[in-house]
């Protein structure tokens, strides 16, 4: 069969495009890697996602390979891979049917106006490319509202210094939120800050056929049972099929993009689950499989029209790869030092926390000495959470000060200790990583996977710019820490990528010479191709990526909608 739309991914960046299209009447597929998981295989099951990665592909069978600058005692600097399979360290998120939205946290912060022109309001900076968007926040702000309505944002709008224009409010009530959460905002009220509740893609009353939250405080890593959290699954794919207009073959695994002799795709090659090459034809190709993937199946298209690879005639293809920089900091209450009452209220479980800073979303301080000098910079955002799956609590607690081994007695007193001594509130800063040469996906030579084909080779340089924002940002966070009592405080910023946050790699842009799209996401070089995954950010904002690629991938759903319907009249 012939489709009109063929989609390769499943997730935030494909999920839209799919719903979008077969209620217009498109005949859309969908090949999707993984396995077609429901609500009804989603388990609380700590082992499966702290200590076997359940849903993720087994690293023997499918891996990266990470590129590490490395200096010699001279001083002298070079770059060295190592495979995954090697170092234990997963770039997976979330290898089934609706990707790794469906283990998100869901924290839907929206972009602002000034992330799509940091290059004219900042200014270049020495060693990144950093690019103004083609596109405005004015663009793409009716489809931050769309994908409020239609994937589920339970929030409420408070004004603060940098709130981003909003053309409504969120159509569902705020989440229960942790006693905590009034802790945060009476600190913040005293020391000047501005806390402001998250929006969470999670129901928090029931709708569209999914159930509302159930507050079992096992939520990030972690696929919703309920099916109230706003996965692509859940709240996109599962009413596009019931269209009637949308196919997905789970367990497919594409390794080629064939082109014929006008450098259009022809067909998609994959191999289904029993490992057997199969071919599919459409009219109009998506890819969607995550930043890295997605530029290393370009990569690996190659034919006589792209012999560097699909839609990558102009080298583009693979470079600009973003993560998210930023740090952590954690303080600890003590319950001895604690009331009856402010102990039960930290003890609660269940509720988000829900709270953020923004004040520095915009750094103007003399005192920050950033890579222009200049006392100003893009800033980020600053988000408070607990860790409760009580694995990841006790995974650290099996060494003493010195780094050996405890068991026995010693190890059940640092359990128990852990457990009913004191508690952690934590806090995560997202701030820009600035896009370089040194940050890139290709093709390595000799690794492959389980298919053997060749696997992507991500370099992973970063720059100092973005190491000097999350250390004052962490700052910040850690000054409210101390406001609020706690105690054991400490902040940690590091060069080293959250995996779970990607972007880059097929930057959409103006000019073809040094982007891979256009500002509808569709190739420069191949006219029946977009990318509607996080690929296309030219630089990724101070916030999680998921909600602005589920919007983007509506705001590119509808312009394929209309590539479509031309096609129907020609």
């Known amino acids: 069969?012939?489709?009109?739309?063929?989609?390769?991914?499943?997730?935030?960046?494909?999920?839209?495009?799919a719903y979008t299209l077969a209620k217009a009447g498109a005949k859309v597929l969908i090949l999707e890697k993984g396995p077609w998981l429901t609500e009804k295989e989603f388990f609380k099951d700590e082992l499966a996602i702290s200590l076997r990665d359940a849903y993720n592909p087994s690293l023997n069978d499918e891996q990266h390979v990470i590129e590490e600058q490395y200096e010699t005692e001279s001083g002298e600097s070079f770059w060295q891979g190592e495979p995954t399979s090697e170092s234990g360290w997963s770039f997976w998120?979330?290898?089934?049917?609706?990707?790794?939205?469906?283990?998100?946290?869901?924290?839907?912060?929206?972009?602002?106006p000034i992330d799509f022109r940091l290059k004219t309001e900042f200014g270049e900076i020495p060693g990144a490319n950093v690019e103004d968007w083609p596109i405005t926040y004015?663009?793409?702000?009716?489809?931050?509202?769309r994908v409020e309505r239609v994937v589920g944002v339970s929030g409420k709008v408070v004004k603060h210094p940098h709130q981003e224009p909003r053309s409504s409010d969120f159509p569902?009530?705020?989440?229960?939120?942790?006693?905590?959460?009034?802790?945060?905002?009476?600190?913040?009220?005293?020391?000047?800050?501005?806390?402001?509740?998250?929006?969470?893609?999670?129901?928090?009353?029931?709708?569209?056929?999914?159930?509302?939250?159930?507050?079992?405080?096992?939520?990030?890593?972690?696929?919703?049972?309920?099916?109230?959290?706003?996965?692509?699954?859940a709240a996109l794919l599962n009413h596009a099929v019931a269209t009637g207009n949308l196919t997905i073959i789970p367990n497919a695994k594409v390794y080629h993009l064939a082109s014929n002799a006008s450098g259009d795709i022809s067909a998609v090659h994959y191999y289904n689950q029993f490992g057997h090459k199969k071919t599919?034809?459409?009219?109009?190709?998506?890819?969607?499989?995550q930043a890295i993937e997605t530029s290393r199946l370009l990569l690996a298209s190659k034919s006589k029209q792209y012999p560097n690879g699909l839609a990558n005639n102009n080298g583009q293809v693979g470079k600009n790869l973003v993560f998210s920089a930023g740090g952590t900091g954690r303080g600890d209450f003590i319950y001895e030092e604690l009331s009856e009452t402010k102990q039960a209220e930290l003890k609660q479980v269940g509720p988000f926390i829900n709270r953020a800073l923004q004040d520095w979303y915009q750094i103007d301080d003399k005192e920050f000495d950033?890579?222009?000098?200049?006392?100003?910079?893009?800033?980020?955002?600053?988000?408070?959470?607990f860790y409760q799956n009580p694995i990841a609590r006790a995974n650290g607690?099996?060494?003493?000060?010195n780094g050996e081994l405890i068991w026995g007695e010693q190890?059940?007193?640092?359990?128990?200790?852990?457990?009913?001594?004191?508690?952690?509130?934590?806090?995560?800063?997202?701030?820009?990583?600035?896009?370089?040469?040194?940050?890139?996906?290709?093709?390595?030579?000799?690794?492959?996977?389980?298919?053997?084909?060749?696997?992507?080779?991500?370099?992973?340089?970063?720059?100092?710019?973005?190491?000097?924002?999350?250390?004052?940002?962490?700052?910040?966070?850690?000054?409210?820490?101390?406001?609020?009592?706690?105690?054991?405080?400490?902040?940690?910023?590091?060069?080293?990528?959250?995996?779970?946050?990607?972007?880059?790699?097929?930057?959409?842009?103006v000019d073809p010479k040094t982007s891979v799209l256009d500002k509808n996401c569709r190739s420069h070089e191949v006219s029946n191709l977009y990318v509607t995954d996080g690929s296309f950010m030219p630089t990724g904002g101070s916030v999680p990526y998921t909600f602005t690629i589920y919007a983007n991938a509506f705001r590119v759903a509808d312009h394929i909608v209309k590539h479509w319907q031309q096609n129907l009249v020609s």
């Not at 006392?375 to 988000?383: C, H």
């Not at 084909?453 to 190491?467: Q, Y």
């Open 172 to 233: 569902y009530p705020p989440l229960a939120e942790h006693a905590v959460s009034t802790w945060i905002d009476q600190a913040a009220k005293i020391i000047g800050y501005h806390s402001i509740p998250v929006p969470r893609a999670v129901l928090s009353r029931p709708d569209m056929g999914r159930n509302s939250c159930e507050y079992s405080g096992y939520c990030s890593s972690y696929g919703c049972s309920t099916g109230a959290k706003g996965s692509g699954r």
């Open 1 to 17: 069969m012939k489709y009109d739309i063929c989609i390769v991914g499943s997730g935030a960046g494909a999920s839209p495009v």
């Open 397 to 401: 607690t099996e060494r003493d000060s």
């Open 93 to 112: 998120n979330g290898n089934v049917v609706g990707g790794s939205s469906n283990f998100m946290s869901g924290y839907f912060h929206r972009l602002k």
């Open 370 to 385: 950033g890579v222009n000098k200049q006392g100003k910079a893009k800033g980020g955002t600053i988000d408070f959470l």
């Open 280 to 289: 599919v034809n459409a009219s109009l190709y998506v890819v969607a499989c």
């Open 411 to 509: 190890l059940q007193t640092a359990l128990h200790k852990e457990f009913t001594s004191y508690k952690t509130l934590r806090f995560e800063v997202f701030n820009d990583w600035l896009p370089t040469d040194d940050c890139f996906v290709s093709l390595d030579e000799n690794i492959t996977d389980k298919w053997g084909d060749p696997v992507a080779k991500v370099r992973i340089g970063s720059h100092e710019h973005d190491l000097l924002v999350g250390e004052y940002l962490a700052k910040k966070g850690e000054k409210l820490l101390e406001q609020m009592g706690a105690k054991n405080i400490s902040i940690s910023v590091s060069s080293y990528p959250p995996t779970n946050l990607m972007a880059g790699g097929c930057r959409f842009g």
């Open 138 to 145: 004015q663009d793409l702000e009716p489809y931050y509202a």
